[in-house]
Nanobody
Framework: DVQLQAFGGGSVQAGGSLRLSCAASGFNWDDYAIGWFRQAPGKEGEHVSCMSSRDSSPGYADSVRGRFTMSSDNAKNMVYLQMESLKPEDTAVYYC?????????????????WGQGTLVTVSS
């Protein structure tokens, strides 16, 4: 079974950093893509980043490009989201998700498998 679990959230002041981790298992990394999404209180979910198994260059939403970095360690079944220069508007529950397609997508509906989220709170 495909399983994902995001962790590493917490509270940080604006300008600070956090690294989120996603433990992912139960699938062939060559055939799947991983994405990070977030949902702020009272708002719709938003794509943050995604990584294709066929391309080592992740894609990012405009709102986080240059501040967030997505990476993976396939040998450890882990995906990471390094978040720098955090802003209060980055406050959200962050989720990692997987789709049975080697190419990433910014559409949440394209992902079948989702982990429990981890809350990131950025105070001003």
């Amino acid at each position: 079974d495909v399983q994902l679990q995001a962790f590493g959230g917490g509270s940080v002041q604006a300008g600070g950093s956090l690294r989120l981790s996603c433990a992912a298992s139960g699938f062939n990394w060559d055939d799947y893509a991983i994405g990070w999404f977030r949902q702020a209180p009272g708002k719709e979910g938003e794509h943050v980043s995604c990584m294709s198994s066929r391309d080592s260059s992740p894609g990012y939403a405009d709102s986080v490009r240059g501040r967030f970095t997505m990476s993976s360690d396939n040998a450890k079944n882990m995906v990471y989201l390094q978040m720098e220069s955090l802003k209060p508007e980055d406050t959200a529950v962050y989720y990692c998700a997987a789709r049975s397609n080697p190419y990433g997508s910014a559409r949440s509906n394209d992902y079948r498998y989702w982990g429990q989220g981890t809350l990131v709170t950025v105070s001003s």
